[in-house]
């Protein structure tokens, strides 16, 4: 257990639904992540939030919407997606997001099925 | 743009020999560098965390090197297991503000018993 976690593990989604994803850090941290992992490409960056606030955007679509209510959860809002958007989505958390040792610690992520 | 490449994309070896895992990447002003280790359809699970200083980072069996001027990082892993059956991802940080990650598309490692 890395004190990250991630609900749901698994979701089934069509394209009209909308679902949230959820996080939550158990370390005290105040730097939250989202990537994205597709199927034969590297993961990549979606959101950065440094104490709540966002900052770190990477050209996401605006049919995932992030939200930091507090240092320790993070939700990604999910509405309208394509069948493309089906990927492993990993959740990560750090003590800050400048500074010296700034390893991230990764959530188990949600498998995310859009039909 | 940085960009992290690991070779061989697949390795297989028996039981008991060591491990040489490659990433290389072609911006060599990173701040530090992170091997993950990742489970079929789990997390990353951090390894080791080497910072631009450093020459090499060791925890158990595993030693990890970096050498930026040449733009490269081994991971090796002494005497396999097949508990080291999984996926091994490096990752480079650039700059000391802001963590933004660029992730290699991993080496996937099966060791036969």
């Known amino acids: 257990e890395t004190g990250v976690t991630q609900t749901p593990r698994h979701l089934v989604m069509g394209m009209t639904n909308k679902k949230s994803l959820k996080c939550e850090q158990h370390l005290g941290h105040n730097a939250m992540y989202w990537y994205k992992q597709s199927a034969k490409k590297p993961l990549e960056l979606m959101f950065v939030?440094?104490?709540?606030?966002?900052?770190e955007n990477n050209s996401v679509p605006s049919r995932f919407s992030p939200e930091c209510p507090n240092s320790s959860h993070l939700f990604l809002h999910l509405h309208t997606l394509q069948p493309e958007d089906s990927a492993l989505y990993l959740c990560a958390s750090s003590p800050g997001e400048a500074g010296h040792l700034n390893e991230q610690f990764f959530g188990p992520g949600t498998r995310l099925t859009v039909l | 743009k940085q960009e992290v490449t690991q070779i061989p994309a697949a390795l297989s070896v028996p039981e008991g020999e060591n491990l040489v895992l490659n990433c290389s990447f072609t911006?060599?002003?990173?701040?530090?560098l992170q091997w993950f280790r990742q489970d079929p359809g789990k997390g990353l699970t951090s390894l080791l965390l080497i910072q631009s200083s450093q020459r090499e980072q060791t925890s158990g069996r595993l030693n990890a090197s970096l050498d930026k001027s040449s733009g490269r990082s081994t991971l090796y892993i002494a005497a396999s297991q097949p508990g080291d059956s999984a996926t091994y991802l490096c990752a480079v940080r650039v700059g000391a503000a802001g963590n933004k990650l660029t992730f290699g598309g991993g080496t996937r490692v099966l060791v036969k018993p």
């Open positions: 939030y440094n104490f709540k606030e966002q900052t």
């Open positions: 911006d060599s002003a990173i701040y530090n």
